[in-house]
């Protein structure tokens, strides 16, 4: 009896949606959208877990999947060649989740696939759809990003401005930022989050409100805040304690900077530690002003400026020679350059250093070794966007990997996780430039990249951040997840 009810059910939901395809219901009421996203799962084979909320009454709902159309730019949005996946019940707060299965193709793999809910609302007597959902079809494979269980462990989202910290503990320092509300204003709480316990707890606040500003732990296990001070006439730097958890001023620093590359370095022989500040959006755009941090004696001083005026840029520390290769970036004109600078501790001076093979900005860049660094992703096109190229230190080169070295996604504003191994973790995006189902990571290998399963979040944005050991912490505009 109960199969015969739910067989019947999904007929009359299938037929409704069949006659909303020739219809477009002018005369229907607006409805408020249900969200739509994947969960568990994502992989070929597999079953994939699909969340639905919506902020209505009790009702039936049905998923469907393109794939290929995409129904954002037609309206209704269910047309052929969609097809039923599966229909059921909202519960009593408008949200359901439910198993669809992946069809077992392997020629699926790194197909987009679109989930798109329709939801009769008894209350209003009409129907509603969700936006897309877009996804990726990915392989089977071990590692995968799990979320964590419960209300959100982090009072941070993607794109707050805030700063990130591994600490030598392992606990991840979150300070400043972006607050909401009619009048944005920066923020000056922090946060340590504990990944053993899943839970993060206060600190002391932040000197001066920021957002924009870069945090980067020092060998004493101190962690360096400097740039993004809120409209300060002076711009200023600080020192978080961990041991007494609070923050203390450093006094005025050269430059006001906001999203800047801060570099740890050390000069060869002596270890003295450093950290270079560059580039980033000064007070009239992107700028070529940089700075460097001397952790001994705790001071700041200007440097020349360097060869290009850079925003969004790329930067990684070669460390036996003491130096500091950058990247790409925006422009005075905020346009991409391909063009590349080196920054040598021993003359304190940059120094033209070759050019990318394409020009890039929002890429990444993490080094490959003591003399080359990988550059992934970035740029004006989907294609530049999926490529990966290694640029020689030395040879003041570039070169394009052929695939199957290259991205499956295009990716640009995000962030990778370098692991012990030496493979690195890509996911996420802060600004969905081109179709990047930034909740579906990659893991880079020697062999090429393969797709893990999409992470339960609703949305496109997520950042990645690194942890001791070689976990990974992706944060969501929702939910939180770590690598396992």
């Not at 969609?82 to 197909?111: C, E, K, M, R, S």
């Not at 640029?391 to 080169?397: A, D, E, I, K, N």
Request: with cysteine; aromatic share 8%.
């Amino acid at each position: 009896m109960n199969r015969r009810v739910v067989s019947i059910r999904s007929l009359v939901v299938l037929a409704a949606v069949a006659a909303l395809a020739a219809s477009s219901e002018a005369g229907s009421p607006p409805l408020p959208s249900p969200s739509v996203w994947i969960g568990a799962g994502g992989a070929i084979g597999e079953p994939a877990t699909v969340q639905v909320q919506y902020p209505g009454q009790y009702c039936p709902y049905v998923l469907v999947y393109s794939p290929s159309a995409n129904p954002t730019n037609s309206w209704p949005p269910i047309v052929p060649p969609y097809g039923l996946l599966a229909a059921g019940l909202l519960d009593a707060q408008g949200a359901a989740a439910i198993p669809v299965p992946v069809p077992g193709n392997t020629g699926l793999v790194g197909a987009k696939v679109h989930f798109v809910a329709a939801v009769d609302d008894p209350s209003s007597f009409g129907r509603s759809y969700s936006p897309v959902c877009l996804w990726t079809v990915a392989p089977p494979h071990p590692r995968r990003f799990v979320p964590v269980a419960g209300a959100k462990p982090i009072p941070y989202n993607p794109g707050n401005g805030h700063a990130r910290a591994t600490l030598q503990s392992g606990q991840v320092l979150f300070a400043g930022g972006m607050a909401g509300g009619c009048v944005p204003m920066a923020r000056s709480d922090a946060y340590v989050y504990d990944p053993t316990r899943l839970a993060s707890a206060r600190v002391g606040d932040l000197v001066t409100p920021r957002t924009g500003h870069v945090a980067r732990t020092l060998g004493d296990g101190t962690v360096l805040i400097v740039g993004g001070d809120w409209m300060g006439a002076t711009p200023t730097a600080e020192l978080y304690s961990p041991t007494a958890q609070t923050f203390q001023s450093l006094g005025p620093v050269p430059f006001t900077l906001s999203g800047a590359t801060a570099t740890v370095l050390r000069a060869p022989g002596t270890g003295h530690e450093y950290v270079l500040i560059a580039g980033g959006l000064g007070s009239s755009g992107p700028s070529s002003q940089a700075m460097l941090y001397d952790a001994w004696n705790r001071t700041f001083v200007a440097l020349p400026a360097m060869k290009r005026a850079r925003y969004q840029a790329a930067a990684v520390a070669f460390s036996a020679a003491g130096a500091v290769l950058i990247t790409g970036g925006q422009d005075a004109q905020y346009s991409d350059q391909d063009h590349a600078e080196l920054f040598l501790l021993a003359t304190r001076q940059f120094y033209d250093w070759g050019r990318m093979v394409r020009p890039r900005a929002g890429h990444a860049m993490t080094a490959l070794d003591a003399t080359h660094a990988l550059v992934l992703g970035g740029g004006s096109t989907p294609d530049m966007c999926r490529e990966i190229e290694v640029f020689s230190g030395l040879g003041r080169t570039a070169q394009l990997l052929p695939p199957p070295l290259r991205l499956h996604l295009p990716r640009s504003h995000f962030e990778v996780a370098t692991q012990p191994d030496g493979s690195v973790v890509v996911a996420g995006s802060l600004y969905a430039i081109h179709p990047n189902p930034g909740r579906t990571p990659e893991w880079l290998t020697a062999a090429g990249s393969t797709l893990l399963r999409p992470m339960a979040e609703p949305s496109e944005y997520v950042v990645l951040h690194p942890l001791l050991g070689g976990g990974v912490l992706a944060l969501g505009l929702s939910r939180v997840h770590h690598l396992q």
